[in-house]
Nanobody
């Protein structure tokens, strides 16, 4: 059965950077569209970024555009989220998600990781 494991979260000051990683196992990673979502306390989960199976196509939420970059390494079965110029509002649990289609964007994601906490605080 497929599994996603996120890592790289932590505490960072405003303006700082973090890189999240999500390692996939148990399925054909290169056939999957991948995405990052986040959920802040008391709020609904929201879309952050997504990337096509090849890595050639990406989409971002307006709130992170120009600050965050999603990428993937199909040889390592890993998707990344580079987060720069972090703001207080970026504090959330970040989730990795996958959808078993090369159609992009897939519209929904049905495979989820357990999440990693990102806290932006001075």
């Amino acid at each position: 059965q497929g599994q996603l494991v996120e890592s790289g979260g932590g505490l960072v000051r405003p303006g700082g950077s973090l890189r999240l990683s999500c390692a996939a196992s148990g399925w054909s990673f290169s056939d999957y569209s991948m995405a990052w979502f986040r959920q802040a306390p008391g709020q609904e989960r929201e879309f952050v970024a997504e990337i096509s199976w090849s890595g050639r196509n990406t989409n971002y939420a307006d709130s992170v555009k120009g600050r965050f970059t999603i990428s993937r390494d199909n040889n390592k079965n890993t998707v990344y989220l580079q987060m720069n110029s972090l703001e207080f509002e970026d504090t959330a649990v970040y989730y990795c998600a996958g959808e078993g289609t090369r159609h992009f964007p897939p519209g929904e994601y049905d495979l989820w990781g357990q999440g990693t906490q990102v806290t932006v605080s001075s």
